[in-house]
């Protein structure tokens, strides 16, 4: 077999993509942190601060209902894998889905007016139906990444391209969104929010048409292959690397959602100066997206398991670090955050690269392909991660007295201080140590996908 000739052909499995095809499949990652990057950076803040939830009623809305979520990812990754439109398994949910979520975002971001329990019912049912659209919507599009191509120094690429829209989407709403909710509310928050998240939806659905129009899938499952989702789950099961992939994804979303949920509280609690947050989560998204940058370069030279284990190594060390800085030394927090923002930039295009490898190493191992049930229980994964890192911030601030608008006594200080800075470090630390027992190796990808091809190629004779 000659694979370079393989790989020049556009419509086969280990096509070379054009870059309108590598920027029509990366911007679809903008328009998901419309999303994205308002629940991970804002909801806490505005269900605690514009709702009127208390820390604890808001860690029970965020916990249990991010806990329904996560467990209608393997149900939408069958789904999609047992899909088959003229258009693929998996572009056309980018259209069905984009308007309800819009819709559903709007409603999570209102404020009715009820008691206080019947705000905490509003925001659970509200809260449970934005994840619902949004794993409609995101569960196929990362599945997408898996089937583009096979090749996978140009699948490494992609993903990255997808990671810096996602990164340069996030710090335009974490620098922007305080502005925008006050031009847009007029002195009216509740309206300010409505109208921002109504706006920001529009734009993301306009973003996923365009990925669903300049994107083609390539890499289709063996065409005898019928198995029922409980045996696609068996054989993950099996797989020793999504297993790994898989605790991986829980601790790093854990230390993302800690980062991401407790900088409203650092800024305009600990520090003292809220003007600052947006400043800060602008730099910080900057820094992700500097760090996605140099992932390509990074992967062609490091093996993806040993660059992880380096990566979160610095992260733990800055973060440490970070805990001892004062309140008043603000130049060395924005500093501290860029470089630990830049190890962990290249973490999302290496991980979501190796949840591809994994599908492709299950079909080699077993001959059966289910691309979207490996990446939605990689997304229930870092759903449960996500749950947990908010609970624990707010459970945490809960504990130890945290009360909204209001002067914070020092052990709230003191937690929200390490909630931002010491927690984050820790977890990065578990993760080293879970990321060394990682077993597909570039050399080893490289033999999988080679075998692959041909096994289509007969295939197709």
């Known amino acids: 077999m000659n694979t370079k000739t393989i790989s020049e052909n556009s419509t086969s499995r280990l096509a070379t993509l054009s870059w309108k095809e590598r920027l029509g499949y990366g911007v679809g990652d903008a328009g998901f942190n419309f999303y994205w990057a308002l629940i991970g950076g804002y ?98 599009y990362s599945s997408l990444s898996g089937v583009i191509t096979g090749n996978v120094r140009e699948r490494n690429l992609l993903v990255s391209v997808r990671f810096i829209f996602a990164f340069l989407a996030s710090a335009l709403i974490g620098k922007f969104t305080p502005d925008l909710i006050e031009a847009l509310g007029e002195s009216n928050p509740e309206l300010g929010w409505q109208m921002s998240v109504a ?76 003007g600052l947050l947006g400043n800060y989560l602008f730099w910080q998204s900057i820094a992700y997206l500097t760090g ?101 911030m707010l459970g945490l601030l809960g504990m130890l007295g945290y009360q909204a608008n209001q002067a914070q006594t020092g052990a709230s200080m003191d937690g929200i201080n390490f909630l931002q800075t010491a927690l984050p470090g820790i977890f990065a630390l578990i993760a080293v140590v879970v990321v060394s027992f990682y077993n597909l190796s570039n050399k080893k990808l490289d033999l999988i996908q080679t075998e692959l091809a041909e096994r289509a190629s007969m295939a197709n004779r």
């Open 292 to 392: 996605c940058l140099a992932t390509p370069f990074l992967m062609s030279a490091f093996d993806k398991r040993k660059l992880l284990i380096v990566l979160m190594s610095i992260v733990a060390i800055l973060s440490f670090i970070f805990y001892f800085v004062p309140k008043d030394m603000i130049w060395a927090m924005f500093t501290l955050n860029i470089l630990i923002s830049l190890a962990l930039g290249p973490k999302s295009p290496l991980t979501w690269s190796m949840y591809a490898d994994a599908a492709d190493y299950n079909e080699w191992r077993t001959g059966n392909r289910a691309t979207a049930m490996t990446f939605s229980a990689a997304t229930f994964s870092q759903k449960l991660g996500s749950a947990a890192g908010s609970a624990a």
């Open 43 to 140: 909801l806490a803040a505005f269900y605690t601060d514009t709702l009127g939830l208390s820390a604890a009623m808001a860690a029970g809305v965020i916990f249990w209902a991010k806990i329904v979520d996560a467990f209608t990812d393997p149900l939408m990754g069958a789904i999609a894998d047992r899909t088959n439109t003229r258009w693929g398994k998996f572009r056309p949910y980018l259209v069905w889905g984009a308007i309800p979520m819009g819709i559903s975002a709007v409603l999570a971001f209102s404020t009715p007016d009820l008691s206080l329990q019947g705000k905490a019912i509003w925001a659970f049912a509200t809260y449970c139906a934005m994840m619902l659209c949004y794993t409609i919507l995101s569960t196929p």
């Open 199 to 274: 706006l920001y939806g529009t734009i993301a659905s306009v973003i996923f048409l365009i990925t669903f129009l300049f994107t083609k899938e390539r890499v289709a499952p063996p065409p005898t292959q019928k198995t029922r989702p409980t045996e696609d789950i068996k054989e993950l099961l099996q797989n020793r690397a999504w297993i790994i992939l898989f605790i991986l994804a829980l601790i790093l979303m854990i230390t993302f959602t800690l980062r991401a949920g407790s900088a409203f509280y650092y800024f305009k609690y600990y520090v003292g100066q809220e």
